[in-house]
């Protein structure tokens, strides 16, 4: 009987040879994410049972050789080798090796056989050989590297139950293929001997040609040689010489990738040229420094607006959900006070900003999975990483960077499509600094009220176009800095696979889907509905039964046109915000934000937002008094913060202000559930604060450089 606690498969092979949809079509939804200790290398495990039997499933890291180049690659190495620490030893190997690409794959197979790990292979793509008229030989490969082969079309199914039969058969009788490249290290000698050889004779023979007659694979340089004597007799002479070296193997580079072309040659011994040509007529149009990037941009502006404008709705909705079921719960919490905001204001409103998330992740990681099974999104960081390279990043950074436009919590989660974890982190550091959609009800209010009554329409568009790009041009010299003083990350060769062009695995897309929302509402969801809590405590307490009355009398010594313009209520949870420890905050800290023009109104602002920057209307609605449920184009709001005023009697705001308040939100990192996703994906505290730190760090230097130099110039 297997020991079902211990054992364990491991999925191994290069990207993009479909090592994900094996994993997927042998798991299902049992699958479980979660990091390597220490590490921020994802770790995906899942659980089979076949035949009343029960093994392990871990999906490696892709890989293209043991000899790891990035962190990734040696976690992935690691786990292959059942390094302490990392993975208990797989008892098996599933070596993944694409049919279309059998030379390359086969070279990683060569480390595996030769390190003596138990191996079963799996083979994918047979089936587009298949449809080419190129059928592989599978029961020939299996015979030359000594181990059970099985074709699988995993997006169908195709071959699943014969590899986990496989793969218990060899779970109890483990194969261990008796790896030999065959060569011998003066082989090479020889070759280039009989080359020098032939090129005096003006015989135009390949080195494989030559190789394959020396180690007697083929006789095709023999016929060719047989009306000329001399020539015939080196070749024979340099057969003799090598049969009397003792046989040792030698496994450099260049030996290994012979002799996976000699096995390829044997069974398949023509190769999909249809396919070939196809792939790179398209690639001729999707690479090109010109009509590539007109192609990329056409791709990316369909996703960056179904990310920004489908998901509208469905936040919508989500909103007003909560907002029907906190109406719906309301009135019978209503005689216990605290107990009703704790459990509306507090409770829902942090779950209900987890969900509200929800729309666009999903959105996000449905176009990632539709353009990675494509082949395109290889395609897409190929072309990209001509314009990031100078920086530090590679090519993978742009869909981060782009989708953190619309939201920075789908883009950072998007920074996994990254081999290397310094780029990844650095690209998850400045992702923040994108002007995400909850920045715009902040730019279109302000420009609203201080921009478009002085300038016109055209220069308010003019700021509303500038404001987005802000955040990005911050973001490409901080990036740098970042990966040459903090990080210290080199940058790597950028090494990809162009995987060929196909239909996406629907299967592989919604599992990718799956996994991403519920890793994000298991993790991160937590940690935004704890601190909305700690929020909503600091902006409730300390309040005491006398207050209300103390507030509605205050309410009525005020005047008469001041009461015309702010409703009872609405005054009355102006002042218990204002006397809240929120509120209290917001006053201690206020002369920390007087060089950049913010009062207590404004700073206690900031605090508020903190939860979601999607509340900044609000929380400034509620401040000056007009409630929580005015919107950016409410002229009452617009009216009140034009209208305010210091104790002196100055303008609270004017242009200036109102340029210096916008920036600061552009470069501030006002989102704890993007903190929340930097947590998940780092599997660390310490990135989160950095990022906290700096970005707020750069919006006050930011925001008090812009109110000085409008206090120069207004004299």
Not at 27 to 34: C, D
Not at 193 to 206: G, H
Not at 395 to 405: E, H, K, T
Not at 410 to 420: K, L
Request: proline share 6%.
């Amino acid at each position: 009987m297997i020991a079902t606690d211990t054992r364990l498969v491991a999925l191994v092979g290069n990207p993009n040879a479909g090592k994900t949809s094996l994993f997927n079509a042998l798991t299902g939804a049992s699958q479980r994410v979660g990091n390597y200790p220490g590490v921020t290398v994802e770790k995906v495990t899942g659980h089979v049972r076949f035949e009343g039997k029960e093994f392990d499933v871990i999906d490696v890291p892709g890989l293209y050789s043991l000899q790891p180049q990035s962190a990734d690659e040696e976690v992935a190495a690691g786990v292959v080798h059942g390094e302490p620490g990392l993975s208990q030893k797989p008892d098996l190997l599933v070596c993944v090796l694409d049919a279309t690409n059998l030379e390359r794959n086969l070279f990683f197979f060569s480390q595996l056989a030769e390190a003596g790990h138990p191996i079963v292979v799996a083979l994918t793509m047979t089936d587009l050989l298949a449809k080419h008229g190129t059928p592989i030989d599978q029961a020939r490969l299996s015979r030359l590297l000594g181990v059970d082969v099985i074709p699988v079309v995993a997006h169908k199914g195709t071959g699943i139950k014969e590899l986990e039969r496989a793969i218990l058969d060899n779970l109890e009788h483990p194969m261990v293929p008796a790896f030999d490249v065959g060569l011998k290290p003066e082989l090479d000698a020889q070759v280039d001997a009989i080359a020098e050889r032939l090129a005096r004779d003006a015989f135009d023979v390949e080195r494989s040609t030559i190789r394959d007659s020396l180690s007697g694979e083929s006789t095709e340089l023999d016929e060719r040689l047989a009306p000329f004597p001399e020539l015939s007799e080196a070749l024979e002479e340099a057969r003799s010489s090598l049969a009397s070296v003792p046989d040792k193997g030698c496994t450099d580079p260049a030996s290994r990738y012979n002799w996976a072309a000699r096995i390829r040659r044997q069974v398949l011994p023509d190769a999909s040229l249809k396919r070939i040509r196809t792939s790179d007529r398209i690639d001729a149009l999707l690479i090109n420094r010109f009509t590539g990037m007109i192609v990329f941009a056409a791709v990316m502006f369909v996703v960056f607006q179904s990310i920004y404008t489908l998901a509208g709705p469905l936040m919508d909705g989500i909103g007003a959900g909560f907002e029907w079921l906190g109406d719906l719960i309301r009135p019978w919490l209503s005689g216990v006070p605290v107990l009703e905001s704790l459990v509306i204001d507090g409770l829902l409103t942090g779950v209900g900003s987890v969900l509200t998330f929800l729309p666009q992740i999903i959105i996000l990681f449905l176009f990632i999975a539709i353009l990675e099974g494509t082949g395109y999104l290889a395609r897409a960081a190929f072309l990209m990483d001509r314009l990031l390279g100078w920086c530090g990043l590679n090519g993978r950074a742009f869909i981060p960077l782009l989708s953190s436009f619309a939201c920075a919590v789908p883009g950072i989660m998007a920074a996994r499509v990254m081999p290397d974890p310094k780029s990844r982190l650095a690209t998850i550091l400045v992702s923040p600094l994108m002007s995400c959609s909850a920045r715009l009800p902040v730019y279109i209010l302000l420009i609203g009220a201080f921009i478009q009554p002085r300038y016109g329409a055209l220069w308010a568009g003019v700021a509303l176009f500038g404001m987005h790009l802000v955040g990005l041009a911050v973001a490409i010299p901080v990036v740098a800095l970042l990966n040459r003083g903090v990080l210290k990350g080199r940058r790597l060769p950028f090494v990809l696979e162009l995987p060929p062009y196909q239909w996406p695995k629907w299967r592989d897309v919604f599992l990718t889907v799956f996994s991403r929302a519920k890793v994000f509402v298991q993790t991160a969801g937590t940690i935004i509905v704890v601190l909305s809590l700690v929020i909503w405590f600091l902006g409730y307490f300390p309040r005491s039964e006398g207050d209300e009355e103390r507030y509605r009398g205050e309410y009525t010594t005020l005047t008469s046109a001041t009461r015309k313009h702010i409703e009872e209520e609405n005054y009355i949870r102006q002042r218990q915000i204002e006397n809240s420890f929120l509120g209290r905050i917001g006053k201690a800290i206020e002369p920390a934000f007087l060089p950049a023009g913010f009062d207590w109104r404004l700073s206690t602002t900031i605090l508020m937002a903190f939860p979601a920057r999607e509340v900044v209307v609000s929380s400034l609605g509620i401040i000056f008094s007009l409630g929580g449920e005015v919107d950016e184009a409410n002229t009452d709001l617009r009216t009140a913060i034009q209208d305010a005023r210091w104790p002196d009697g100055r303008p609270l705001m004017n242009g200036w202000t109102a340029v210096g308040f916008m920036v600061f939100f552009a470069l501030c990192c006002q989102c704890m559930a993007t903190l929340a996703a930097v947590k998940r994906e780092t599997n660390s505290w310490k990135w989160p604060v950095f990022m906290f730190t700096y970005m707020t760090g750069l919006a006050y230097l930011a925001a008090v450089a812009i109110h000085q130099v409008g206090l120069l110039l207004s004299g």
